[in-house]
Nanobody
Framework: VQLQASGGGLVQAGGSLRLSCAASGNIFVINLMGWYRQAPGKRRELVSAITARSSTNYADSVKGRFTISRDNAKNTAYLQMNSLKPEDTAVYYC?????????????WGQGTQVTVSS
């Protein structure tokens, strides 16, 4: 199983970006999908997550600005980030709990850099 993250980049404060996380491989079920981020010198933190039934949760710092969604037919999750702030600058990692023939395991995608300039 692989998670491929994309969509990061450089944007001015107030701008928008959309991150994508596509899962591939011998997948039975994709359970929880989510996005974490890690800024320099800080711990990795949960940004948002979405269940298989599309229940969502968000960090307080992004509520009202970020929206997570998923397309189960494409095994893909999205993070729409609006009204970006310089403090959103971080490496963003997608994460998923996926059931395969080997059982349920957690997987991480490669990070994608998001830089918000002031």
């Amino acid at each position: 199983v692989q998670l491929q993250a994309s969509g990061g980049g450089l944007v001015q404060a107030g701008g928008s970006l959309r991150l994508s996380c596509a899962a591939s491989g011998n997948i039975f079920v994709i359970n929880l999908m989510g996005w974490y981020r890690q800024a320099p010198g800080k711990r990795r933190e949960l940004v948002s997550a979405i269940t298989a039934r599309s229940s969502t949760n968000y960090a307080d710092s992004v509520k009202g600005r970020f929206t997570i969604s998923r397309d189960n037919a494409k095994n893909t999750a999205y993070l729409q980030m609006n009204s970006l702030k310089p403090e959103d600058t971080a490496v963003y990692y997608c994460h998923a709990g996926i059931t395969t023939a080997a059982g349920l395991n957690a997987y991480w995608g490669q990070g994608t850099q998001v830089t918000v300039s002031s």
